[in-house]
């Protein structure tokens, strides 16, 4: 059981030293899931033999003396958003329910290159649209610090799967918030990259020019080594950078001299928790005794981000999530009366709500007279969203913030009100507006034992200063040692 | 009463001659027999897949835009296009919206006339743009309802969209533009434009001014043709058209029901144009620029090198063959007409042996009529053009007349003549067939007598009567003259010691 | 302050039409109660984004991608396609050659 709880790098040690191997480290992965995966929700497929298998085959090589991949042994849990050849791929959806995809993720080749062993596909919202992982098609997932709480979405499974010990490293992708608030919400550390670092083919599309695949662990280091086997140009996708991708492990445990720290008073604002203001607090204290300068910086068009958000992320999304129309793949109704029945039949039936009313705003929002007062605007405030972050990042390394209003919020709170919901997302979204890497660590909990996220956000391609930041909090504080006590989970 | 003015403009799809799709490495080959086995995740749309462009595809395109006499943008992007159709498995379809890589351009065409004069007909373009195409819907033909059957193998090739301004007037300027605009394509190597295999389509969209009982000119209202499936077809569709407009207009004096465009097919089988219910939500395509793909920017140089890329249009081809190799403008167009093996063929041949017009005579005529027969490419001919150049050389010196160098030739294309250069190839089948021609002038006199003199024994046997002596004679007159018909030397040989 | 006259359409109220015929446009069947929902929640997104009209976005170059890049081109080079098998693979019905789907709706009228 404790197997688990490790981070990335003493897992790593453990297995060069032989301590332990790579199947009885999945073997105990597999163990914790099937003792308290049922109550958690973070798993909506388990490939357990096939992990098995390719753990062993890597204890082999290791035994013969084989070159191994950078991550070998260490199992990692894949949101089922990510297209993989060898277990379904459904993103939390009736529309993709059973799908076995013919291809790989680059991503997903990566890690098997890396010599990872892929435990399983974790549960999210459906099409990655939401803030809770309550949209799935497929059940909730709930933050393992309390089990009637949400663990956040929509890359809420991998975020579980991490903090309940299923698996030291979980990948999860981020187009709002979607790696950053749950990792707020289950104690752990995730990470969006700056946009085209990491390859999106075989991403599932929600909305291409905001998506970014993102490592989620136990602490810096883990993502940071994560992070290293992500990134990196692929030319299958024409937005992937062809840029060098620097050692993020080097130097992490180097503080950052005379880091300058940016806030935004706009971030202080009317339904902030007051125990996620005060972590916040805390942690800019600590910074400052480490010799960080924090400063106020202006984010001139910072009310506008949400709207801007929304418009863009729900026009794109409408178009990705055309194509499933039940012709070549994807639920299909049966006997439907004739071809346009088929489609719309097909389509209402396997969507959820959530995923409905977005494409519904989307293709609102792209309609003929609609275009240019929607989403051309919108591109717009964008392009003055993205200028107001390359100003601040002249003035500053980092830009401090919480990561969500709340904690983890009750199951069936937000599900009513979306704008209430869509308003939750303020933190985030402009890092995906700006195309900027956003990391989310562990900063403290709520009175009530539910975790607290602090955000740091950096320039384009600054992810190594990012992880140094984040590394240079780490360790100082302890939250992200607190691990769940499993066996006595809070009941509902 | 004025006549009837025809408006005509033409929207033209060709398929790129590129190895590979526009946005994947899936082959671009056409493939009916084989559904469905040139796919990947991208052009199959599925979850996941992004879409990379083709370089060779752009540049094609450009290349295509600038002899069409185009102006290349300098940014350019791509669109999605969305609507729903089975044989568009992304449910839309990338292609190119308000900002085309090509704006204007032209192409001139030739008519001829009924008086036997040629018109230039200048007809300019709108855009050219470039797109994705999507796959086939192969309806069931029974009619008994049955599902549709969708083969993906040409979703992802690479189109070229071209329209044309309502410039052209007749249903046969019509056909003569396809038939140029393919010609220049063949001859750039930017697409095969067949419209049997579907690297053409062509809708037209016709109209008509007319006069009407008051004496103003109307217009009647415009009709897109669709379902045109040859060159003739989009004339025959279009001259019927243009009839059934006409009479319509008069049935209602202008007074239409709907004067909104509307759509028709055309039924190759009976020869007419019947009404289609127009496409629901055609209009609403939400056009946005598809994020998945970047821009692409186009600098003068980009556009200078594909320029240098471009090689003689068949218009400036034509002329040079008419105004420096002094064919007629006749022979230089069925020529060019040939396609660009040919024409390169009849020029090297004519290069070398510096006979313009008897090359083009063997090309149009001997080459082309055993090309036809065997149903075969001029690369596969046999003869090179420097084998042809070498025959028409020989013509023009006297060594063969035409009617001996069409045996020669054909005697090549059987591939006889053994191994060798084609020069000693064709030595060896003059000599073998004795097809020399025998030079009733000065030089052959003197042979005979050196002959005589050299063999007078001989000689003087036939004169005595030994006519088989006369055999020693006509082989040595035979080896001077390497190879000649021997019956020729013969009569001369006998001319001389028997007058 | 706007750009244009053309995008005063926020101004219009969000209807159930609208949400009939985005709907339709969508491929996207609703029951009743959906439809009621969505309309007074997007009624409700939609007043929220017009807030929109409050930035100063004269002469500014809209964003339409996130990584900056342009000209990314790949070389006319083959890659290995699926087999048929694969691509039919997920395919709700097929006949082992082609994807079957149910007749378009007649649009000739002979």
Same mark, same amino acid.
């Given at each position: 059981m404790t197997a688990c709880h490790e981070s990335a790098s003493e897992l790593l040690d453990q297995l060069a030293t032989g301590r332990t191997t790579a199947l009885a480290l999945t073997q105990a992965c597999l163990s914790a899931i099937a003792s308290h995966?049922?109550?958690?929700?973070?798993?909506?497929?388990?490939?357990g033999d096939r992990a098995c298998e390719v753990a062993e085959s890597i204890d082999r090589r290791r035994t013969a003396g084989q070159p191994l991949g950078p991550l070998a042994g260490l199992p990692v849990a894949l949101k089922d958003l990510l297209v993989t050849s060898d277990q379904p791929t459904t993103c939390a959806s009736r529309m993709l329910d059973g799908w076995l995809p013919p291809y790989d993720a680059d991503c997903v080749q990566r890690l098997r290159e890396a010599d990872c062993v892929l435990i399983g596909k974790t549960n999210m919202d459906e099409f990655a649209?939401?803030?809770?992982?309550?949209?799935?098609a497929f059940g909730p997932t709930r933050t393992p610090w309390r089990l009637d709480c949400v663990a956040g979405g929509s890359s809420g499974g991998s975020a579980a799967a991490v903090a309940a010990g299923f698996a030291p490293l979980a990948v999860g992708s981020d187009t709002g918030g979607s790696i950053r608030q749950p990792a707020s919400f289950c104690g752990i550390v995730g990470l969006k990259p700056t946009y085209?670092?990491?390859?999106?083919?075989?991403?599932?599309?929600?909305a291409s020019s905001l998506d970014q695949i993102g490592p989620m662990g136990r602490d810096v280091d883990s993502v940071a080594r994560l992070l290293q086997v992500l990134a990196g140009h692929d030319p299958?996708?024409?937005?992937?950078?062809?840029t060098p991708v620097p050692?993020?492990?080097?130097?992490?445990d180097q503080p950052l001299q005379g880091l300058r720290i940016g806030i935004c008073?706009?971030?202080?604002?009317?339904?902030?928790?007051e125990e996620v203001r005060q972590t916040i607090h805390n942690a800019l204290d600590v910074y400052r005794s480490l010799g960080a300068v924090v400063q106020e910086i202006d984010?001139?068009?910072?009310?506008f981000a949400v709207a801007c958000y929304y418009l863009i992320a729900c026009s794109e999304a409408s178009s990705n999530l055309?194509?499933?129309?039940?012709?070549?793949y994807g639920h299909r109704v049966d006997q439907p009366d004739g071809l346009v029945e088929m489609y719309s039949d097909s389509r209402g039936d396997a969507f959820g709500t959530e995923v409905k009313r977005r494409i519904m705003l989307g293709t609102y929002a792209l309609s003929a007279g609609y275009y240019d007062a929607y989403y051309k605007k919108a591109q717009k405030v964008r392009r003055l969203i993205a200028d107001d972050y390359a100003k601040a990042f002249q003035s500053v390394d980092v830009i401090a913030s919480p990561?969500?209003?709340?904690p983890a919020v009750p199951l069936?709170?937000?599900?009513?009100?979306p704008l209430e919901m869509y308003l939750a997302d303020i933190y985030t979204i402009s890092a995906n507006l700006a195309g900027i890497p956003g990391i989310s660590i562990p900063a403290g909990f709520s009175s009530d034992g539910r975790p607290i996220g602090l955000q740091l956000l950096g320039n384009s391609l600054a992810e190594h200063t990012l992880l140094r930041a984040a590394a240079m909090y780490e360790r100082e504080t302890d939250w992200h040692l607190a691990r769940v006590p499993l066996d006595q989970g809070t009941s509902p | 009463m004025t006549a009837p003015r025809t408006i005509i403009g033409l929207e033209v799809h060709l398929q790129l001659?590129?190895?590979?799709?526009i946005f994947c490495g899936c082959a671009n080959r056409f493939n009916?027999?084989?559904?469905?086995?040139?796919?990947?995740p991208v052009c199959l749309g599925l979850p996941g897949a992004l879409p990379v462009l083709n370089r060779l595809a752009l540049e094609l395109s450009v290349r295509a835009g600038l002899a069409l006499d185009g102006s290349i943008a300098t940014f350019t992007k791509w669109d999605r296009k969305q609507y729903y159709y089975p044989d568009l498995p992304k449910a839309y379809q990338i292609s190119q919206f308000d900002i085309p890589f090509c704006q204007g351009g032209h192409l001139d065409v030739d008519i001829l006339q009924d008086n036997g004069d040629t018109l230039t007909r200048k007809i300019r373009l709108i855009r050219v743009h470039l797109e994705e195409d999507a796959g086939k819907n192969l309806h069931d033909?029974?009619?008994?309802?049955g599902n549709s059957r969708i083969d993906?193998?040409?979703?992802g090739t690479p189109l070229l969209e071209i329209v044309t301004e309502p410039?052209?007037?007749s249903a046969a300027e019509a056909h003569r533009f396809l038939e140029e605009l393919k010609l220049l394509m063949v001859y750039l190597g930017?697409?095969?434009?067949?419209m049997q295999e579907g690297s053409l389509r062509c809708d037209a969209n016709v109209n008509l001014e007319v006069t009407n009982t008051d004496g103003d000119r109307v217009r009647t209202p415009i009709v897109e043709i669709k379902n045109l499936n040859s060159f003739r077809g989009v004339e025959a569709a279009l001259d019927f058209e243009i009839v059934r407009q006409l009479q319509e207009f008069h049935e209602c004096h202008s007074d239409y029901p709907d004067h909104s465009k509307q759509t028709r097919g055309w039924d190759a089988d009976r020869s007419i144009t019947f009404a289609q219910r127009g496409k629901e939500d055609?209009?609403?395509?939400?056009?946005?620029?598809?994020?998945d793909l970047p821009p692409v920017t186009l600098s003068d140089q980009d556009i200078a090198r594909q320029y240098d890329m471009l090689c003689e249009t068949p218009t400036a081809r034509r002329k040079r063959f008419h105004e420096?190799? &002094?064919?007629?403008p006749y022979d230089a167009s069925v020529l060019i007409e040939q396609g660009p093996q040919t024409a390169d063929y009849f020029e090297a041949a004519a290069d070398q042996c510096g006979d313009a017009k008897r090359t083009a005579n063997w090309v149009t005529q001997d080459v082309q009529r055993i090309l036809n027969e065997g149903n075969l490419e001029i690369d596969d001919l046999g003869v090179d053009a420097h084998g042809l150049a070498e025959l028409i050389t020989r013509i023009n010196t006297g060594q063969l007349t035409t009617q001996t160098a069409r045996l020669v030739f054909a005697a090549l294309v059987e591939?006889?003549? &053994?191994? &060798?250069?084609v020069s000693e190839r064709i030595e060896h089948i003059v000599l073998e067939r004795g097809l020399a021609a025998v030079d009733d002038?000065?030089?052959?006199e003197p042979l005979l007598d050196q002959v005589i003199a050299n063999n007078s024994q001989a000689a003087d046997d036939f004169r005595n &009567?030994?006519?088989?002596?006369i055999g020693k004679l006509i082989g040595e007159v035979m080896r001077e003259l390497r190879g000649a018909d021997p019956k020729t030397v013969r009569d001369a040989l006998m001319a001389k010691l028997r007058p | 302050m706007t750009d244009s006259p053309s995008d005063q359409p926020s101004q219009h109220a969000f209807s159930r039409d609208d949400v009939l015929r985005v709907a339709r446009l969508a491929r996207l069947s609703l029951d009743e109660s959906e439809i009621q929902a969505i309309t007074n929640q997007l009624a409700n997104v939609l007043d929220y984004v017009?807030?929109?009209?409050?930035?100063?976005?004269?002469?500014v170059q809209p964003m339409?991608?996130?990584?900056?890049?342009?000209?990314v081109l790949r070389d006319d080079l083959p890659s290995p396609s699926l087999t048929r098998t694969q691509a039919l693979s997920?395919?709700?019905?097929?006949d082992d050659h082609f994807f079957l789907v149910p007749p378009v709706l007649d649009t000739t009228a002979k």
């Open positions: 995966d049922e109550s958690i929700g973070a798993f909506l497929h388990v490939a649209m939401g803030s809770t992982t309550e949209n799935s085209g670092r990491v390859s999106r083919y075989g991403l599932v599309a929600f299958k996708d024409a937005t992937s950078l062809d050692l993020y492990t080097e130097q992490l008073k706009e971030h202080d604002r009317e339904g902030l928790d984010m001139q068009h910072a009310r055309a194509r499933y129309d039940g012709v070549h990561v969500a209003p709340t069936g709170r937000l599900t009513d009100d | 001659q590129t190895r590979t799709k009916p027999d084989e559904p469905n086995v040139q796919t990947c033909e029974s009619g008994r309802g993906l193998n040409r979703a410039d052209i007037r930017v697409s095969d434009c067949n055609a209009s609403d395509y939400r056009f946005f620029p598809d994020p420096q190799l &002094g064919l007629s591939n006889e003549g &053994g191994e &060798g250069s002038s000065d030089s052959l &009567g030994k006519d088989a002596a | 017009r807030i929109l009209e409050q930035a100063d976005t004269e002469s339409s991608g996130a990584s900056g890049r342009t000209d997920s395919a709700p019905r097929h």
